[in-house]
């Protein structure tokens, strides 16, 4: 399986080289240049497959080229055994045609566990084979951060350097983040916002020269093709659990920078039956307006009570585009260099082939809190902020009744007790047993100030031997 750029000027890679790289050299995103997909037939034996059993069987063409079955099979084993949940991703029945799809059994609680767990896991290999190492530099306001962190808590060939906005963020997730310890991970709180740790990962990643020879930087956020691949698997759990291939169920996904939904798309592509792909976003609505008017249009960021849905613009959007305008790169780059400068209009043709699977639902603040005493109140089932807005959309008035309904629960409601407080439901979300004593941890992070010479100084002065 080779890898090419969605605006169509960058070199093919193969999967190797795509974990290791973040943008494409032209600005865009690396997708796969074909994809497999699976029979009727195939989904129907593919339909008694454990959780990891699954992920191999879907995995395997995308990194074929990188590792035998073998090897594959070793590294998906390994990474699933750690989530607390015998099933990995457990489907609870939550009312007559909905389910929730629970992703939040990892390591660090929320969905991202799945694909950095994995990450973690397919870089130290492939760097143990190369004899390399390489630096993992991120900036997160919350999951990212700490899921990345947990994913590499054991890879010897990587330094995690991960910046945070000093004080801003939720103490559950400054705590995922620090207190996970080993000589390789670095947590660096900002005296800055989000942005400005944003703003200084992006000008590293542009020019590395602070780093020595031989050292690069591999992105953890969701433009690494390897995280997109490997939320695939899920979908097609979910669906065959729900009677594919004979049924199409609808999926609900709680989106922010629409990786994980564009995986749902993915598996729709691969063959497996889906009715409707929902876009579920919180205030921070570009995707709903686009998917309504047509106009892709940058917006002010405002904060929400599902932090990790508060983004301005979705980036993985450009993959979906890059088949929007039939995988046309030229049309890709100009569109994007137009929207560097404002707002864009997608063509009708392309807008009309996203409809055909997609739609959108904007759920507030208050219509979360709402959802998650409602489902409390019906089922005794606590939502997180992020999945209740998945079900909200799932469950909203214009929404289809006639196909069973799955909603991506993205993180555990134990990760989000403010909001679980102000829904009223008068109970509070216990961390399981492995994250029990997470307030009594000790905690590991070094303040710097909001200056990146001081940052790049930092990290060239700590990286491992
Ligand atoms: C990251 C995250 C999302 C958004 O996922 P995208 O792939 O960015 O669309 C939703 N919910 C939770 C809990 C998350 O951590």
Redesign the pocket.
Known sequence: MRYISTRGSAPTLSFEEVLLTGLASDGGLYVPESLPSFTSAELEAMASLDYPSLAHRILLPFVEEAFTGEELREIIDDTYAVFRHSAVAPLVQLDHNQWVLEL?HGPTL???DFALQLLGRLLDAILKRRGEKVVIMGATS???GS?AIAGCERCENIDIFILHPHGRVSEVQRRQMTTLSAPTIHNLAIEGNFDDCQAMVKASFRDQSFLPDGRRLVAVN?INWARIMA?IVYYFYAGLRLGAPHRAAAYS???????????GYLASKMGLPVAQLMIATNRNDVLHRLLSTGDYARQTLEHTL?P??D?SV?S?FERLMFDLYERDGAAIASLMAAFDDGDITLSDAAMEKARQLFASHRVDDAQTLACIADVWGRTEYLL?P??AIGYAAATQPGANTQTPWVT?A??HPA?FPDAIKASAVGTTAQLPVHLADLFERSEHFDVLPNDIAAVQRFMSGHLGA
């Open positions: 939040f929320a969905f991202k919350g999951d990212t899921a969701s939320q996904v709680p989106t922010g920078n629409f990786g994980d939904i564009f995986a599902s990790s849905m983004i979705s993985n997180d992020h999945s991506l993205t993180a990760k």
